[in-house]
Each structure stands twice: as structure tokens, then as C-alpha cells.
């Protein structure tokens, strides 16, 4: 399968608890993207890389999350001190990026239940 | 601040009929107008696109029309089926962010057999 992946696709965890989610995307793809999504809503930017540089966060991004690409291909989501309020989908996209390619292809998401 | 706005929130049509859904955008700075499809469970999925040059673009079933003076682009399916029955998001995004997309709120369409 050469999609966009994501790991775990389900977390459950107590408030307070830190978490960690993984992205891989497409080979070649210079691009990598975090949005969040809650519950009948469209998802929303955090963050994203261009190859190992992060360009760009939004201000939903709050100093409990961190969000890294070391070497230009996988990238990991952190939160640190969950609260209820970070339940949602955690989804990836990536995309080409500099070569012109705008088109975002999205993993799967990752399910995250703050208790 | 929800930068692009879409309606309606749910659709219910027959199959056979045409489906449409609307969005409008504020920031003229945007130029790439991406529509998405999302089943339960499953991440978004790339369906159409359009840049504001263009006021039309089709692709098998799907067309999107786009209107700059007004800032308003719609989706339209054609002989909608009951597998079209899934959630769909306009996108907005420009190159000064890196195409990070900005969505509406989605529409949930169900075609009825």
C-alpha cells in the first residue's frame, strides 16, 4: 500500500496522560500536513513540513503539542497533559509540495478518546 | 473564524437526481479550491479541484462551478447513487500557506435508492 499511513489508528487514554501519534506518507512526498477533526466538523489545520522544517502552525496548536519530522519523511504528533478537549481525529496529509503538487492525500486518522 | 462557509449541512436525494452544494469564501488570496469526499472512519478523500482561473471543471459525474466575482464555488453530482452517500468538504487554501487547507463544515449526502 503506498497511501498515506498513520499509527495507532485508535487511542485511548486518562487525561493528563502524554500521547503519541505517527505519520508516514507517501514516498517522495516533501510535504506533510497534521489537521484535527471533531465530530461533525471539517477538519482543521495544525501544522505543517516541508521536508524536515515545520513553516507553519496554527494557533490551535498549543504549547502541549509538538509535532516533528526529523529526517524529512515520517513525522510524530505529541500531546502532552491531555485534556477531554483533544478528543478528536488526528489526520495526515502530504503532497508533493514544491514541484507544483497542491493535491493533499490523507491517511486514515488516528481516533483520540480522552477519559 | 471560519474562513469558508458551506451549505446545506445534510442533503437527502434521489437516486438518478443531482446533487449540489454550495460554499463561499472571504479571502481573495485563495487559489486552489479542493473538494473532498469522507465515509465514517475513514480520512478525506480527494474528489475535484479547481483554480479561480477556471469557472468550470467536470470529471465523470462531478463538476465544479466557480464563481470569483461572487466568491462562491459549488459542487455539483450528477446522477447521484447511493454509494455517493458519504460527507463532503470544500477546501480553500492559497500558496502563501503552503496550501494548508482551510474546510467548511461539511455536508452529509444521502442518496436514497
Known amino acids: 500500500d503506498t497511501g498515506v499511513s498513520q499509527d495507532p489508528r485508535h487511542k485511548i487514554t486518562k487525561r493528563g496522560q502524554n500521547v503519541t501519534f505517527r505519520c508516514d506518507p507517501i514516498?517522495?512526498?516533501?510535504?506533510l500536513y497534521w489537521y484535527r477533526q471533531t465530530l461533525g466538523q471539517g477538519p482543521e489545520f495544525l501544522t505543517y513540513?516541508?521536508?524536515?522544517?515545520?513553516?507553519?502552525k496554527s494557533r490551535l496548536l498549543s504549547d502541549r503539542f509538538s509535532a516533528e519530522r526529523p529526517k524529512g519523511s515520517f513525522s510524530t504528533l505529541e500531546i502532552q497533559r491531555t485534556e477531554q478537549g483533544d478528543s478528536a481525529m488526528y489526520l495526515c496529509?502530504?503532497?508533493?509540495?514544491?514541484?507544483?503538487?497542491?493535491?493533499?492525500?490523507f491517511g486514515p486518522g488516528t481516533r483520540l478518546t480522552v477519559l | 473564524q471560519q474562513q469558508v462557509k458551506q451549505s446545506p449541512q445534510s442533503l437527502i436525494v434521489q437516486k438518478g437526481g443531482i446533487s449540489i452544494i454550495n460554499c463561499a469564501y472571504e479571502n481573495t488570496a485563495f487559489d486552489y479550491f479542493p473538494w473532498y469526499q469522507q465515509f465514517p472512519g475513514k480520512g478525506p478523500a480527494l474528489l475535484i479541484a479547481i483554480r479561480p482561473d477556471v469557472s468550470e471543471k467536470k470529471e465523470g459525474r462531478f463538476t465544479i462551478s466557480f464563481n470569483k466575482s461572487a466568491k462562491q464555488f459549488s459542487l455539483h453530482i450528477m446522477d447521484s447513487q447511493p454509494g455517493d452517500s458519504a460527507t463532503y468538504f470544500c477546501?480553500?487554501?492559497?500558496?502563501?500557506?503552503?496550501?494548508?487547507?482551510?474546510f467548511g463544515k461539511g455536508t452529509s449526502l444521502l442518496v436514497t435508492p
Open positions: 496529509a502530504s503532497s508533493i509540495g514544491l514541484a507544483g503538487g497542491r493535491e493533499q492525500f
Open positions: 513540513f516541508q521536508n524536515e522544517a515545520q513553516l507553519e
Open positions: 477546501a480553500a487554501s492559497r500558496v502563501n500557506s503552503g496550501y494548508a487547507l482551510n
Open positions: 514516498s517522495e512526498h516533501n510535504r
